[in-house]
């Protein structure tokens, strides 16, 4: 990477500055191997907070159905489970340019509790212009086109933010000092989101670990600075699914609400073929 070079670089003219400023008739000194400097260097020492950010974002699959339960709490405790899979595709080409104005689409469908049972949502994440999201619901019979930005999924705490497409060129990152969360090293961002993108929060802090670039700990801000929400995963249930790395096990709290959401994840099959027929409003209809 062209900033650990540069580092890299800088290291080395220090050490031969250092050299030349010893008086003559001084031992010998011999400098290190460059591999031997670039492995004394702390990983990730060189990142700045959109690099870190763009390795978040490359974790990810390019196609996948999830599988997971979630467990919603409200104010006093009292707790609602749901299940539900997703159904998930990147339509980026090997250049990670849009297809026909399109990123990403991604099909939800609730299999529990059964007054929720075919529930379906359909989002298709668009290049230029606002997101598609659609609805089934049984009691309609229909499909409606909707607009649920910062809308909490069937009385969850998770939205449709959440599950959206994420571009690297969305916000503005600053790196922040390391910390360690629940034992876990981890980088420190402060994210800023840019004017023209439409999204419930406009900035966040994430603490995101250092091996697997999986987010262990976010803080959700609105435009006033208010702490909305907040997401905890726990860091012992990151596990690899052909290459990516995913924490099965992930809480969302609303702190205005006080309410919360926990998602356990139950199975995942990664880099699924999938047509486009699968994300096409029919589908929602189907009962699957």
């Given at each position: 990477?062209?900033?650990?070079a540069?580092t890299?670089?800088?290291?080395?003219?220090?050490?031969?500055i250092?050299v030349?400023?010893?008086?003559?008739?001084?031992?010998?000194?011999?400098?290190?191997?460059?591999?031997?400097?670039?492995?004394a260097?702390p990983?990730?020492?060189?990142?700045?907070?959109r690099a870190?950010?763009?390795?978040?974002?490359?974790?990810?699959?390019?196609?996948?159905?999830q599988?997971?339960?979630?467990?919603?709490?409200?104010?006093?405790?009292?707790?609602?489970?749901?299940r539900f899979?997703?159904r998930?595709k990147?339509?980026?080409?090997?250049?990670?340019?849009?297809?026909?104005?399109?990123?990403?689409?991604?099909?939800?469908?609730?299999?529990?509790?059964?007054?929720?049972r075919?529930?379906g949502?359909?989002m298709?994440?668009?290049?230029?212009?606002?997101?598609?999201?659609?609805?089934?619901?049984?009691?309609?019979?229909?499909?409606?086109r909707?607009?649920?930005?910062g809308?909490?999924?069937?009385?969850?705490?998770?939205?449709?933010?959440?599950?959206g497409?994420?571009?690297?060129?969305?916000?503005?990152?600053?790196?922040?000092?390391?910390?360690?969360?629940?034992?876990?090293?981890?980088?420190?961002?402060?994210?800023?989101?840019?004017?023209?993108?439409?999204?419930?929060y406009?900035?966040?802090r994430?603490?995101?670990?250092?091996?697997h670039?999986?987010?262990?700990?976010?803080?959700?801000?609105?435009?006033?600075?208010?702490?909305?929400?907040?997401?905890?995963?726990?860091?012992?249930?990151i596990?690899?699914?052909?290459?990516?790395?995913?924490?099965?096990?992930?809480?969302?709290?609303?702190?205005?609400?006080?309410?919360?959401?926990?998602v356990y994840?139950?199975?995942l099959?990664?880099?699924?073929s999938?047509?486009?027929?699968?994300?096409s409003?029919?589908?929602?209809?189907?009962?699957?």
């Open positions: 990477m062209i900033l650990r540069q890299l670089a800088a290291v080395l003219a220090a050490l031969a250092a030349i400023s010893f008086p003559s008739g001084a031992a010998d000194v011999k400098l290190p191997a460059r591999d031997e400097i670039e492995d260097i990983e990730g020492g060189a990142l700045t907070g870190i950010f763009d390795r978040f974002l490359d974790n990810r699959l390019h196609s996948a159905v599988w997971q339960t979630v467990v919603s709490r409200d104010p006093g405790g009292n707790e609602q489970r749901s899979w997703v998930w990147d339509y980026r080409d090997a250049n990670k340019k849009a297809v026909d104005g399109v990123l990403a689409k991604t099909l939800v469908k609730f299999q529990a509790p059964e007054d929720m075919q529930t949502f359909l298709v994440v668009n290049e230029d212009r606002s997101n598609d999201q659609f609805i089934w619901t049984p009691s309609s019979g229909r499909v409606r909707v607009r649920l930005a809308v909490g999924i069937m009385g969850t705490d998770y939205t449709f933010d959440d599950i497409w994420k571009s690297i060129e969305d916000a503005e990152y600053q790196r922040l000092p390391d910390e360690v969360v629940d034992g876990v090293g981890a980088y420190v961002l402060e994210v800023t989101m840019k004017p023209f993108i439409d999204s419930e406009k900035t966040m994430t603490w995101i670990e250092k091996e670039y999986v987010p262990l700990h976010t803080l959700y801000r609105d435009a006033n600075g208010v702490e909305t929400r907040e997401m905890l995963a726990e860091g012992g249930s596990e690899n699914f052909d290459g990516t790395w995913i924490a099965t096990r992930s809480t969302m709290y609303n702190l205005k609400e006080k309410t919360s959401t926990s994840v139950e199975a099959d990664p880099d699924v999938l047509a486009d027929q699968q994300f409003t029919f589908q929602l209809s189907l009962r699957h």
